[in-house]
């Protein structure tokens, strides 16, 4: 097991180092650094001394390496649009899409898990028909559509729910958090439903798949031979072989959720990570770009880590083909 | 007759011989197709056609008339039959400008696909038949940027083209903005083509042109190529869904195609901030018609997966 996760981490610090060195690059050679800082008409030893103060005219690995240790302490320079520190602009957005992202996975996995449930063990019923008609369209209607329409009929006809923005926030230190006033959920709402359906249509027909295939076995027929209670059997034996997979895909769609919240913080003109990224897309605005480079790739190798350490501890048939078999 | 009449013939043959085949047939029987596939049609022909079938031109600024802003669809009360499904802000028919969007979206749409099966096809059939080395950095490649969703890594791209040409003119907008999503789209193609070419490889036809000497080029290009194709085709179909949905996705974010040329995405973008007054139909309906072409292209890939499925027959 040990040397699993070694390898791992090792794949991990790889992946991690290439996007480093891709982020690096924009930074360095997209757009001449010297005369973003200094405008067009600076003298030819002021941009020298400037080139040298920046290390600019170190070699590239020196550079590289400079660039990485800064980027460790969470240093990405200046936003040239903002003209703050980019380091303060990401701090200042994250808890949003923190919070965003948290509330919207937890409603993919609280409905997604039991409705899969529910459409497996009453297939054919209408109301499990209706389940997996919305699922599909919850798999193939884009996440920008989604959050308009729920905009049109929550907060334009039926004037239920706010469409934009935080609403009242809860300062605790440097983090702020909307989860803590009833305002701040019911702007919440919508956000994170549109965030929610797709993962929660994808883990809902997952577990429907996966249970239909489960029910099927000797050790289900068993298990009611033994006359134990259907609810024991469902879910005490059931759904627990259901979880590998369920697993795999609710962790790759956790980073599907930080990605997608880009689109989502765009409709509901959410001030998260999200829209400061396409701001900084839209004008071309290379530090900030880089940082949420940087930043989202930390968080997709840090979720593929960790889904591959939950196999260990869900299917035991993997300790001990691992510790065993090497 | 003879002589002549088998060059002149040759695309009826071809016909005749579609029309009698497995695939005709299994469209004829499925209904779900027929239904997308008209759908499908309906959608080109409208967007190919749209300077002559459109009842109005959306990019004659002359033609507008603010009295006209704002109209909603024919048959609710103050609408015109003049504009069917009424019109925005500016005064333009949405029925028109849908279809100018459509065509742009396609346009990206299909530009993207092609390009990214070119890169794709060819990086798996170099991967799957040259192996080694060149196999394991191709695979390393894609395996990073499968790990990675494709609309980030799209708007990755988008983002260093803005900055790399910071006054890019229209044509070069598009061409990012193609390349942007075809760099992401490729990954697919080259797995799926470099897994056929790894058993197509060890087959005895493969062998035998070793054997009498035709140049691996040929080989890949003549032999093995035409024996991989039927998975990318199906690919490819649904990818155009996807395609599309990523330019909307992009043009909804303000960084697609440029607003001088409106697509579906970027005509929801506009009509979102019309929403709260009540002008629903200046998004529901470029949202409508590109639920209703990816659906239809979705389907349409659905059908031709199974119907080229030889163990599904």
Request: proline fraction near 5%.
């Amino acid at each position: 097991m040990l040397a699993f996760v070694i390898r791992r981490l090792m794949q991990a610090l790889i992946v991690m180092l290439t996007v480093a060195l891709i982020a690096f690059m924009l930074f360095q050679y997209v757009g001449d650094p010297v005369t973003n800082l200094m405008g067009q008409d600076a003298t030819a030893e002021q941009r020298a001394q400037l080139r040298a103060e920046l290390g600019l005219d170190q070699p590239f690995i020196v550079q590289f390496a400079h660039f990485i240790g800064n980027a460790v302490q969470g240093e990405f320079g200046i936003s040239l649009r903002q003209g703050r520190k980019v380091s303060a602009l990401i701090a200042e957005r994250f808890p949003a899409t923190l919070e965003l992202a948290a509330v919207a996975a937890f409603i993919g996995l609280a409905l997604g898990v039991p409705l899969g449930v529910y459409a497996a063990l009453r297939r054919g019923r209408f109301m499990s028909q209706v389940v997996m008609t919305g699922s599909l369209l919850g798999v193939s209607l884009p996440n920008f559509l989604i959050g308009i329409l729920l905009i049109l009929v929550f907060s334009v006809l039926l004037k239920w729910l706010p469409s934009f923005g935080r609403g009242d926030v809860v300062q605790i230190g440097a983090m702020s958090f909307g989860l803590l006033t009833w305002d701040g959920i019911r702007h919440l709402l919508l956000p994170a439903f549109t965030l929610a359906l797709f993962p929660m249509a994808l883990v809902l027909r997952l577990v429907r798949s996966e249970m239909l295939e489960v029910l099927r076995t000797d050790y289900i027929k068993f298990a009611r031979a033994r006359g134990l209670p259907d609810r024991s059997v469902y879910f005490g034996h059931a759904l627990k072989n259901t979880l590998v997979p369920v697993i795999t895909i609710a962790g790759l769609q956790l980073g599907g959720i930080i990605a997608f919240a880009i689109i989502t913080e765009t409709v509901f003109q959410w001030p998260g990570m999200g829209l400061l990224f396409i701001q900084a897309v839209q004008f071309a605005d290379i530090p900030v770009m880089a940082a949420y480079l940087c930043l989202i790739a930390l968080v997709f190798v840090v979720i593929n880590l960790v889904v591959d350490l939950l196999y260990f501890a869900v299917d035991p048939r993997l300790r001990i083909e691992r510790s065993g078999g090497h | 007759m003879a002589e002549t009449s088998t060059t002149a013939t040759a695309p009826m043959g071809a016909l005749a011989r579609f029309l009698d085949g497995d695939v005709w047939h299994s469209f004829k029987q499925s209904p779900t197709a027929m239904v997308a596939a008209v759908i499908a049609l309906i959608c080109v022909v409208c967007a190919v056609f749209a300077p002559w079938l459109a009842p109005h031109n959306p990019q004659d600024v002359a033609s507008l008339q603010l009295m006209d802003a704002r109209l909603p669809p024919a048959w609710v009360d103050e609408g015109q039959m003049r504009y069917l499904l009424g019109t925005d802000d500016q005064g333009r028919d949405i029925l028109s400008s849908l279809m100018y969007g459509a065509r742009i979206s396609l346009l990206v749409g299909l530009a993207s696909v092609l390009l990214s099966m070119v890169i794709g096809v060819g990086l798996g059939l170099l991967a799957g038949f040259v192996g080694g080395r060149v196999d394991s950095i191709i695979m390393r490649i894609c395996d990073v940027m499968l790990s990675f969703p494709a609309i980030l890594v799209a708007l990755l791209i988008d983002g260093v083209g803005r900055a790399v040409f910071p006054n890019a003119h229209e044509a070069l907008a598009f061409t990012v903005l193609i390349l942007a999503i075809s760099l992401t789209g490729w990954v697919q193609y080259a797995r799926i083509v470099r897994g056929s070419t790894l058993v197509e490889r060890q087959k005895e036809y493969v062998q035998a042109a070793r054997v009498i000497g035709v140049s691996p080029l040929r080989i890949m290009r003549r032999h093995v190529l035409p024996n991989v194709l039927g998975p990318v085709l199906v690919l490819a179909t649904i990818q155009i869904a996807t395609a599309i949905i990523t330019e909307a996705t992009l043009s909804f974010l303000g960084v697609g195609v440029p607003p001088t040329s409106p697509s579906l995405g970027t005509l929801i973008r506009i009509g979102q901030d019309f929403l709260f007054s009540g002008e629903w139909w200046i998004t529901i309906f470029p949202g409508l018609v590109l639920v209703m072409i990816a659906l239809s292209v979705n389907l349409l890939g659905d059908w031709l997966r199974d119907a080229l499925n030889p163990r599904l027959r």
